[in-house]
């Protein structure tokens, strides 16, 4: 399964390494593939947490 992200203008889930929104067309800011990995983790410790609540 592919990573998404959430699209910091429309707010439509899209794939991490989009680097264009397919749904408002806008560009998104580029960051380097520390950050996304950081901020893939952090994504899936929150899912796994949400998944314990429910």
């Known amino acids: 399964m592919e990573e ?3 699209c910091p203008f ?3 889930e899209i794939l991490a ?5 397919k749904h408002c067309g806008e560009w998104l800011p ?3 593939a520390g950050q ?3 901020k893939s ?5 929150e899912q796994g947490a949400a998944a ?3």
């Open 4 to 6: 998404l992200k959430t």
């Open 10 to 12: 429309c707010g439509e």
């Open 17 to 21: 390494v989009a680097r264009k929104c």
């Open 30 to 32: 580029q960051e380097d």
């Open 36 to 38: 996304q990995q950081e």
């Open 41 to 45: 983790a952090e994504q899936q410790q």
């Open 52 to 54: 314990e609540e429910g």
